[in-house]
């Protein structure tokens, strides 16, 4: 059985840090691109970051750039999602994903497996 489990979420003031990660089970993933997406209150969940299988492509939605880094570690499955200089428009639940292609991608559809999620709350 194929799982995503998210941990690092929580509450951070403004201009602090996190560290998403997104552990795979089930399966061995490094074949297969990995993303990030968030969805805010009464907001449609839009993606956040992507990286290709092999790590060396990567994708940020501009409202991220330069603020938060996906990065991967094939030996543990896991994907992570660096955040820094947080604002309170960051805050929402973060979910990681498979993709079932190897290259980044943005479509929503692409991605066949999901994690639960983590709370992510950025005071101001």
């Known amino acids: 059985q194929v799982q995503l489990a998210e941990s690092g979420g929580g509450l951070v003031q403004a201009g602090g840090s996190l560290r998403l990660s997104c552990a795979a089970s089930g399966r061995t993933f490094s074949s297969y691109a990995m993303g990030w997406f968030r969805q805010a209150p009464g907001k449609e969940r839009e993606i956040v970051a992507a990286i290709s299988s092999s790590g060396g492509n990567t994708y940020y939605a501009n409202s991220v750039k330069g603020r938060l880094t996906i990065s991967r570690d094939k030996a543990k499955n896991t994907v992570y999602l660096q955040m820094n200089r947080l604002k309170p428009e960051d805050t929402a639940v973060y979910h990681c994903?498979?993709?079932?292609?190897?290259?980044?991608?943005?479509?929503?559809?692409?991605?066949?497996?999901w994690g639960q999620g983590t709370q992510v709350t950025v005071s101001s």
């Open positions: 994903a498979v993709a079932n292609t190897a290259w980044t991608t943005t479509i929503e559809d692409e991605y066949r497996y």
